[in-house]
């Protein structure tokens, strides 16, 4: 086990499937793997590890924002052996044809800063997707007719945003869509040798202020489960 997560060593599949929500990575391990077994309680940030489709995969809750995910991001990497991570979650919309329910596939994800950035000193590192997990996931949505948009997003530090000057860029450089995690997974995750992607359902619209209502959110985040699942065993 480490700090972060009670699983003992082993209880961790290469695989892993990381929703901000705890209850959500509840709700996918029952809904889609087989014999799911509760590998990780500590702070309530609930993890499973069963098969799907004969693969063994883990699905552990991030937090929301960067330093949380980090944390999981990190110890899942370095001390369990994980391999792959795959972030599902959501994301408001920053541009006009970027819709409700639709999904997006983040290439890159632009950041103020991340817990990484240290690292890096004055340079600004780029942190983009595995190029083979973001193949094979824009596979997966056009095969289940998810309209999908594949293209750069911002990782905010956010959700309450005073200073909106900020959005206005990234809206005008075709940014996608705004979430918090995506930049630190894939810096984590190139410097751990890893594969790593986030795959989106946009839940609500910065322009419109148009939001899902919660029946809506299940169905979307059913769809995204199943999509990260194919791209990660294509
Ligand atoms: N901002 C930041 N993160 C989000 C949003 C948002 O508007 N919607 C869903 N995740």
Sequence with gaps: MTIHIGAAA???????????????AKWAAEKFLDNALCVNKTRGMLGYTGTWKGHRVTIQGSGMGMPSLSIYANELLRDYGAKTLIRIGSCGAMQEHVGLRDIVIAMTASTLSTPSKGLFRELSFAP??????LEAAVAA??????TTHVGGIYSSDVFYDERPDLNEQMVRHGVLAVEMEAAELYSVAARHNARALAVLTVSDHLATGAALPA????RSFG????????????
Excluded: K, S, W, Y
């Design 10 to 24: 082993g209880d961790i599949a290469e695989t892993v499937l990381m929703p901000g929500d705890p209850q959500r």
């Design 128 to 133: 983009c997707a595995d190029f083979g997990l």
């Design 141 to 146: 949505a056009r095969r289940h007719g998810a």
């Design 215 to 218: 029946e809506d959110r299940e």
């Design 223 to 234: 769809e995204m489960v199943a999509i990260a699942l194919e791209a990660a065993f294509n």
